[in-house]
């Protein structure tokens, strides 16, 4: 058993019909830091966010978070233990309005009219704080589905960011983002870990993850072939052998 801190994979082993996506990964993130997930298309990034936050269950191997084993625990369990995720397609209600968007993330029936008394206040107050926080507050009213693919990525964070996550991993925030957000989504998640949040970023845009991260673990084949802060993995050589052939 793992007694890393925070978030941790020993041997991980995952395969759909004969295809190996994960062949036993064994990671460990720099809890406290913001660490970065790369590796070409088809390397295993996806699958492995999908085991370590409970979407699918491994074949083999264990996931650890801060020495509690969560191998195959159920997504809310995984949530409950103090890890968030967004996703690479944006899970949003786009009928829904943003505030209730945030407020559902924690209660899935958290429609604002539900809501009930002083606790069911501060929860509205908390979930109009994050879209403040995260330069949507003036959306507050507007059903998901009118808002850009930027700010949709941005109303998915804030959920997230409801329940509190020690640990947030993020699935190519970047994706289908204009340039400004872009630099928005960089400051927020620096700020984010400044206050104490470590993060895990799976990302193709190399810009963000060279300016965003303090680690980096550079994924091919289903495992982690290299990790290190940026400087040294810009010039790795089984990084660009991975990424570009040579
Ligand atoms: P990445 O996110 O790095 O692009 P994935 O985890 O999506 O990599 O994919 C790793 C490998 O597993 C790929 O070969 C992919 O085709 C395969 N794969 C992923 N999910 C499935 C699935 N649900 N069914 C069959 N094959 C899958």
């Known amino acids: 058993m793992s007694e890393v801190r925070g978030l941790a994979t020993a041997g991980l082993t995952k395969a759909f019909g004969g295809v190996v996506a994960l062949d036993g990964a064994t990671v460990e993130f720099q809890h406290g ?5 790369i590796g070409p298309n088809g390397s295993g990034k996806t699958t492995f966010f999908n085991c370590v936050t409970g979407m699918i269950r491994p074949d083999g191997g264990q996931v650890t978070y801060s020495g509690r084993d969560i191998t195959g625990a159920a997504p809310h369990r995984i949530v409950h233990a103090g890890v968030g995720r967004t996703f690479q397609l944006c899970r949003v209600f786009p009928r829904m309005t943003a505030l209730d968007n945030v407020l559902a993330a924690v209660r899935p029936a958290g429609l604002t ?3 009930r008394g002083a606790r069911a206040r501060a929860e509205v107050d908390r979930a109009r704080s994050w879209l403040t926080r995260l330069g949507i ?5 507007v059903e ?7 700010q949709q990525k941005l109303l998915e964070l804030a ?4 329940s509190d996550p020690e640990t947030v991993l993020l ?30 970023v799976v990302e193709h845009n190399m810009d963000l993850v060279m300016s965003v991260s ?12 290299a990790e290190g802060p940026p400087s040294l993995i810009r010039s790795d050589e ?5 990424y570009l052939g040579v």
Do not use: C, Q, Y
């Open 214 to 225: 303090d680690h980096i673990v550079v994924f091919d084949r289903g495992r982690p072939i």
């Open 159 to 162: 959920g997230v960011l409801m």
């Open 113 to 115: 009219g539900l809501l």
């Open 33 to 37: 830091k913001v660490n970065a997930l």
């Open 171 to 200: 699935d190519e925030p970047a994706g289908g983002v204009n340039p400004a957000l872009l630099d928005r989504i960089g400051t927020l998640v620096r700020e984010l870990n400044a206050e104490g949040r470590t993060f895990v």
């Open 238 to 242: 089984r990084v660009l052998g991975a």
């Open 137 to 141: 507050e003036h959306l507050a009213d």
């Open 144 to 150: 998901a589905r009118n808002m850009s693919w930027g």
